[in-house]
């Protein structure tokens, strides 16, 4: 059974970090992809980061570039490094799996979300 499970949602500053963590059980993630998904109360849902870890190639959303990192921090975690925080990155930030990076929300599993505020 697939399973997925965020951790390290909160409360931060502006330009403070966070670092979210998705702990994945169920699958073999060499054939898939692990994708940040965030919506804020008054937005669509948005891709933010992808890893396809078959050809080990990462996709990020204009607006987090150069600021939040997904990466493979152990053999069943993926985590999205978030740095130089800003309000509008606000929102429940989601983790799902696919077999491709698909940014517009078409993936196969979800986890339940994890909420970032983003205030002073």
């Known amino acids: 059974q697939v399973q997925l499970v965020e951790s390290g949602g909160g409360l931060v500053q502006p330009g403070g970090s966070l670092k979210l963590s998705c702990a994945t059980s169920g699958f073999t993630l060499h054939y898939y992809s692990i994708a940040w998904f965030r919506q804020a109360p008054e937005k669509e849902r948005e891709g933010v980061a992808c890893?396809?870890?078959?050809?080990?190639?990462t996709y990020y959303e204009d607006s987090v570039k150069g600021r939040f990192t997904i990466f493979r921090e152990y053999s069943n975690i993926v985590s999205l490094q978030m740095n130089n925080l800003e309000p509008e990155d606000t929102g429940v930030y989601y983790c799902?799996?696919?077999?491709?990076?698909?940014?517009?929300?078409?993936?196969?599993?979800w986890g339940k979300g994890t909420q970032v505020t983003v205030s002073s």
């Open positions: 890893i396809r870890f078959s050809i080990d190639k």
């Open positions: 799902a799996a696919g077999l491709i990076c698909n940014m517009d929300g078409d993936m196969d599993y």
